[in-house]
């Protein structure tokens, strides 16, 4: 130990004697850019504070290891992405002192939003004539050196003078060789991230659509319900029945403003090939503050390949999780002239036996609907699903003439059923496939919320649904 002394004394009285060298050597130093490394990662950036000094150059290298990140901050106007298996370099030179928010400016799944960090600006001090000589006892030959607010690690078997940052240990860690694989890793937060589709059977959820993701949708409903085996009328459980297609796309074009475009063959008795095109907006992730997650949808549909009869739409998507497998939904929706001319039918003689009693006939022009939902991830890839739509004023059905003891029409009456559907869902990679049953085949938005084949809450058809994103 004496020895030890024997020798750090010569030395640091060397550092005192030629602080009048050291002085000007530091203002080269200075100008040299001081190397900080971070990690990006779902969903934070390691280490998640960064001590700079104001007016020194600053080269950040920063490494994605599971999926493409971004670097931002606002206040210096610095924007990067950060790709994966590559070390992006970030080089500025602070003018003022502060504190600034630095977070992921790319997508990267429901905790984007959480995904920060700051960057802490120091002013420079000046030197205080105040030495401070520390030795590393698991390193021979190597001393820190603290003076004028800076810490030096001086290596005297290398040559070598490296500044050290508040808090960063003396000795440096080794270099990784090669970087993390990330496929477990990310895997493993696909599942967390996507606990449910963007449809539940019909009811929409504020899943988040990537910036720049290409986004199909196919869904299939067959008309006859399924009937318990034995009944002379069985057609293999509604196979062999008439069947409707639809079929749609949506592109994210940010991280939260997307556009969409359906298309659906029925509407009501008596196809009118409805063609659907909206836009949504999703405004919140259930993280942090939010207890929701918050997504809002406007579309206008046109019957006969959007010729005519147009319906507005105003709806909004909500969800919530019970626990990190079971999440319940809530959509309620508005529907403008979702009933053009106030009548079930624009044709009177499509009423049987054509009355003048029926031009007297009227339901409601608007309507309004509230979809509940549930999905249970029973599963990494597999989920269960529940939901139910009520509706006021306008509904689908059927209408029916009453007729008196002698079969003369005393007028009409509508039958409608509230929508009811359930299913199960199998994600693999980019698809998603749902095997569902439902009371009905129309799946727009102004007309999934009641049924069109008037099926009471015992009685289902079966159907699919198919996801697959293209892009992204």
Do not use: W
Request: glycine share 8%; with cysteine; net charge neutral.
């Amino acid at each position: 130990m004496i020895s030890r002394l024997l020798l750090a004394l010569p030395l640091a009285a060397c550092l005192i004697i030629c602080g009048a060298i050291v002085a000007p050597a530091q203002t080269e130093t200075s100008a040299s850019p001081v190397e900080i490394r971070l990690t990006a990662k779902k969903f934070e950036f390691e280490p998640s504070v960064i001590t700079v000094r104001k007016g020194r150059p600053v080269r950040l290298l920063i490494t994605a290891i599971d999926v493409e990140h971004g670097f931002q901050i606002e206040e210096l106007g610095i924007n990067k992405r950060i790709k994966p298996g590559a070390v992006t370099v970030v080089e500025f030179t602070p003018t003022k002192a502060g504190k600034f928010r630095f977070a992921c400016s790319v997508m990267c799944g429901s905790g984007h939003d959480e995904m920060t960090g700051e960057l802490v600006v120091t002013e420079q001090e000046g030197a205080t004539g105040n030495i401070q000589v520390t030795f590393d006892e698991s390193n021979a030959g190597v001393v820190v050196v603290e003076t004028g607010g800076e810490r030096l690690r001086i290596d005297t078997q290398a040559k070598t003078v490296t500044p050290l940052q508040a808090g960063e240990p003396t000795t440096p860690a080794p270099a990784a060789t090669e970087q993390p694989q990330p496929t477990k890793v990310e895997q493993k937060h696909v599942d967390e991230d996507e606990p449910y589709d963007y449809r539940l059977v019909n009811i929409p959820t504020p899943k988040r659509v990537l910036k720049g993701s290409v986004n199909l949708y196919f869904t299939h409903r067959f008309a006859q319900p399924v009937r318990p085996l034995g009944q002379s009328d069985q057609e293999l459980f509604g196979f062999d029945s008439s069947s409707v297609s639809s079929f749609g796309g949506f592109y994210g074009i940010t991280d939260r403003f997307y556009v969409n475009a359906y298309r659906s063959p029925v509407c009501q008795p008596g196809l009118c090939k409805t063609v659907e095109i909206g836009f949504g907006y999703h405004l919140l992730d259930e993280r942090g503050r939010s207890p929701i997650a918050l997504s809002t949808y406007a579309s206008v549909e046109g019957d006969d390949n959007f010729r005519k009869f147009y319906t507005y739409n105003l709806q909004f998507m909500m969800a919530r999780s019970l626990s990190k497998y079971v999440h319940l939904f809530f959509s309620p929706a508005l529907h403008l002239n979702a009933n053009h001319n106030r009548r079930f039918d624009p044709k009177p003689t499509d009423f049987f036996p054509a009355e003048p009693l029926a031009l007297l006939f009227n339901q409601d022009k608007h309507g309004a609907s509230f979809g509940f939902g549930v999905n249970a991830r029973v599963r990494p890839t597999i989920s269960l699903m529940f939901e139910y739509t009520p509706r006021v004023g306008f509904k689908l059905g059927r209408v029916d003439p009453i007729f008196d003891a002698n079969f003369r029409i005393l007028g009409f009456k509508s039958e409608s059923e509230a929508e009811l559907g359930f299913g199960i869902a199998k994600d693999v990679g980019r698809h998603t496939f749902a095997l569902t049953f439902s009371n009905t085949q129309t799946t727009t938005t102004s007309r999934y919320n009641s049924s069109n084949l008037v099926l009471g809450p015992s009685r289902f058809s079966i159907g699919f649904n198919l996801y697959r994103r293209f892009l992204k």
